[in-house]
């Protein structure tokens, strides 16, 4: 089980400063993760996320700090990686435009060096070729050996490249940093497109309000509207910020926020969300959040804050790369030597081991698993489901046991008449026993007395008293009418003509004498029976329930829906222990709860689930992935999406080193050149990215 931790949570509580760097000049994941480390181990520092694919920092302290202190972070980071570049996070997208066409402009000239250089046959131009595209990988590999790092990306390309040119490969040389540099190119650029595919598929932020000033409206930045300030939304458009209605009627579509495909109709006094759109009339509306506190800021900052929540494929495939790295570099070195000393032809083996050097990159594994449980969770927040880790998406794709809570998330938490018992002594009909309980219920606002609104309550009621957790009493039709549960009767001396009756019977009484048992139920959702069967069919093997609620009522929802195993009339406290007794047994336990009273289970499970959209903040803060419509089918997406981000990455990883096995194969049978070394390093890493994408398409089935 993971610990209950505020930090393993994905809004700090306690944390006073954050700030946030763009970088440069750090070309491996691995390399990336050793800064993370290495900042994480400062003492002030809460947590520290370094973002390789976009390239950014993020470090939250314990405690408000002044500029030396972050300065002496970025001096940390600087010494594990010495070629690192920092600067301020704003204008970071447009140095990033930037980088990429100097890049380009690179390759151009580039290119037509090597392609003269094909034509007139001249070394010069090889080399002109070789400096032009490689000069930033020569420098960066040389500094980093003159600060004692060894065996990154730019050693190995360096010591390839430079081994090429001393056998007099200078072509070849050539054309290795070429590739390199285009497949960098293209690597950089897929990245970037992936996020940015990934974030719009969201298409979540409005930039402008149209602001009421009086008679007068005014377009603004969201930014800049302060909550009780007026903003009007004309039909078609995004409403930008949440808020409520204050005057105008309209249906809003909130798919993109929500995922819920039927559009939900609004009036004054209705609550709406920035994001969703406005279908129908003009809406004015009164703000009551500013943006960074709204929705659709907040599903913004959780997507992108998951990536700090590593799973632990993405883990292993780090570490994995640690060691990798310097692995392949002495194997490489005992190609070059061992044969030779056998066959004298040192040639020959010194450009298989650069060969292998070149093939050894590990980019493909590296960026495509962690690219994959990303746009795993941008597709999850696509359909309103926000999962705050990959650590929590990986998991879920091997979960076999759930755990439900019952009312709020089984159930819809209102009651409905489904019995009236006559007493066997009463002499009333029952149509006037439903009118007489229906006209005294109508005074309560007691969940159990809404279950008596749809009966008819045609009698003025008067001297109408509620005794808490037990009844009404009351005049109704000019007769003494109680309507409660046995102690209500029994504290009033009047005899019960019924068997033990659970707490959700209502007993009537009239002039002394039960008369009637009103038999109610919490409603089950209509969905939850197709979707406990959509989880059956997904291989999931245990399906519990666990309830505040009484045995009668737990049993009966239970035996309706098929589940395995019930616990019932449980305090909060013992929900958890519950909980934690079935997760002993089954450790891939998954907790779906909605109540501020399952916090603690939320808290507590391998992974929590928040449920439903009115789910308490207490809830939506202790779970690791929160639903955010009362749709329950969303509980069976979020595992078959789950599982397909699994499969995705397992075949990136399989993929990926498949190639590289042959690969390094060929190259030392001397069956490769470095050309295709290049492309098995370069092409496969862009073939890894593309498929991590596709989880984007992907469409649970109903």
């Not at 790295?325 to 030779?340: D, M």
């Amino acid at each position: 089980m993971k610990p209950i931790s505020n930090t393993d949570r994905t809004e700090p509580l306690s944390f006073t400063q954050e700030r946030s760097y763009a970088f440069e000049g750090v070309d491996c994941p691995v390399c990336a993760a050793k800064i993370e480390d290495r900042i994480q181990q400062i003492g002030g520092v809460a947590s520290a996320r370094v973002d390789f694919s976009r390239k950014q920092i993020h470090i939250t302290t314990t405690d408000t700090q002044q500029e030396p202190f972050f300065a002496n972070l970025i001096k940390e980071a600087k010494r594990v990686e010495p070629s690192m570049q920092v600067r301020p996070l704003e204008n970071q997208s447009q140095e990033k435009d930037s980088s990429l066409r100097w890049n380009l402009i690179r390759i151009l000239v580039s290119v037509l060096s090597f392609g003269f250089a094909m034509y007139f046959d001249t070394k010069l131009l090889y080399m002109l070729s070789f400096v032009v595209s490689g000069y930033d990988v020569l420098f960066t590999a040389g500094r980093n050996i003159l600060h004692g790092k060894l065996f990154d990306e730019n050693f190995l390309m360096s010591v390839a490249t430079l081994g090429a040119l001393a056998i007099g490969e200078t072509g070849e040389a050539a054309a290795v940093m070429l590739f390199y540099l285009i497949g960098e190119y293209f690597q950089a650029r897929s990245v970037m497109q992936s996020r940015r595919s990934i974030l719009d598929a969201l298409d979540l932020k409005v930039q402008q309000a149209r602001l009421i000033q009086g008679q007068d409206t005014s377009m603004v930045l969201v930014e800049e509207v302060v909550p009780g300030s007026s903003i009007r939304v004309l039909s078609g458009e995004k409403i930008p910020l949440d808020g409520v209605v204050i005057s105008g009627s309209s249906s809003v579509d909130m798919q993109h926020l929500s995922g819920e495909s039927i559009p939900r109709s609004v009036k004054a006094g209705d609550e709406v969300l920035g994001s969703s759109i406005n279908l129908g009339g003009s809406l004015d509306i009164r703000v009551s959040k500013v943006y960074e506190q709204s929705t659709a800021a907040k599903i913004l900052h959780l997507v992108e804050e998951s990536a700090s929540k590593k799973a632990q494929t993405e883990r292993t495939i780090t570490a994995f790369a640690r060691y990798y790295t310097p692995i392949v570099v002495f194997f490489a070195l005992g190609l070059a030597i061992i044969p030779s000393l056998i066959t004298g032809s040192w040639q020959t083996w010194m450009y298989r081991a650069l060969v292998f050097l070149v093939v050894s990159c590990p980019c493909a594994l590296v960026i495509s698993v962690p690219l994959s449980y990303f746009a795993g969770i941008g597709r999850s927040a696509k359909g309103g489901i926000l999962v705050k880790g990959g650590n929590y998406l990986e998991a879920l794709a091997k979960t076999d046991t759930f755990v439900f809570d019952k009312t709020g998330t089984l159930t819809t938490g209102t009651f409905s008449l489904i019995e009236v018992r006559m007493t066997s002594p009463s002499h009333l009909e029952t149509s006037y026993a439903q009118n007489l309980a229906a006209s005294l219920e109508r005074n309560s606002a007691h969940p159990l007395a809404k279950a008596f609104l749809e009966l008819d309550a045609p009698f003025a009621v008067s001297q109408v008293s509620e005794i808490a957790g037990k009844g009404l009493t009351g005049i109704v039709d000019g007769k003494d009418v109680v309507a409660g549960n046995r102690a209500l009767l029994e504290e009033m001396g009047i005899p019960v003509f019924c068997e033990a009756e659970d707490e959700a019977t209502v007993l009537l009484a009239v002039e002394g004498k039960h008369e009637a048992s009103f038999v109610l139920q919490d409603t089950i959702r209509k969905e939850a029976k197709p979707m406990i069967q959509r989880l059956r069919k997904l291989g999931i093997k245990h399906l519990a329930m666990i309830s505040g609620d009484s045995l009668v009522h737990a049993n009966r929802v239970a035996r309706e829906l098929g589940l395995d195993e019930v616990h019932a009339s449980l305090l909060p406290d013992q929900k958890q222990e519950r909980m934690l007794a079935i997760a002993a047994k089954r450790k891939n336990l998954v907790f779906v709860g909605d109540g501020m009273n399952d916090a603690p289970s939320l808290a507590a499970s391998k992974v929590g689930i928040s449920m439903g959209n009115k789910a308490s903040d207490a809830a939506m803060e202790s779970a690791d992935v929160v639903i955010l419509t009362d749709d329950l089918h969303e509980v069976a997406n979020l595992i078959e999406i789950s599982r397909q981000t699994a499969r995705i990455v397992r075949q990136n990883i399989s993929f990926a080193l498949l190639v590289k096995v042959l690969a390094l194969g060929l190259g030392a049978l001397g069956y490769a050149s470095m050309w295709i070394a290049v492309l098995a390093d370069t092409g496969v890493t862009i073939i890894a990215i593309l498929n991590a994408l596709r989880i984007l398409l992907f469409r649970p089935s109903r």
